[in-house]
Nanobody, 122 residues
Framework: VQLQASGGGWMQPGGSLRLSCAAS????????MAWFRQAAGKEREFVAA????????YYANSVRGRFTIGRGAAKNTFYLQMNNLKPEDTAVYYC????????????????WGQGTKVTVSS
């Protein structure tokens, strides 16, 4: 399976962006999907994850209450709705599927998308 992330771009602080991740190659039947991000000069960090059935959801403390992860309306897609964006949200965002350890949604995943850049600045 391949993942294709889209929806990144530039946004002013306080604005919103919606990232999408589309899977191709086979139907995703994995236990979970996730978004990670990596800012310049920093390590990749967990942002959010969701079980394939749509719940429960998991969020990093830094984005809880502002970001929402969920399954998309189109088959084999999921999204990350980002509201009230802050400059510190600037990063390359990666979607991922199929955690290597089923119970560890915060850890490594078997399948990764190519990343989409998000810049938040005034």
């Amino acid at each position: 399976v391949q993942l294709q992330a889209s929806g990144g771009g530039w946004m002013q602080p306080g604005g919103s962006l919606r990232l999408s991740c589309a899977a191709s190659g086979r139907t995703l039947s994995s236990s979970a999907m996730a978004w990670f991000r990596q800012a310049a000069g920093k390590e990749r960090e967990f942002v959010a994850a969701v079980r394939w059935r749509g719940s429960p959801t998991y969020y990093a403390n830094s984005v809880r209450g502002r970001f929402t992860i969920g399954r998309g309306a189109a088959k084999n897609t999921f999204y990350l709705q980002m509201n009230n964006l802050k400059p510190e949200d600037t990063a390359v965002y990666y979607c991922a599927a199929e955690p290597k350890v089923d119970g560890d949604l915060y850890g490594d995943y078997n399948t990764w998308g190519q990343g989409t850049k998000v810049t938040v600045s005034s």
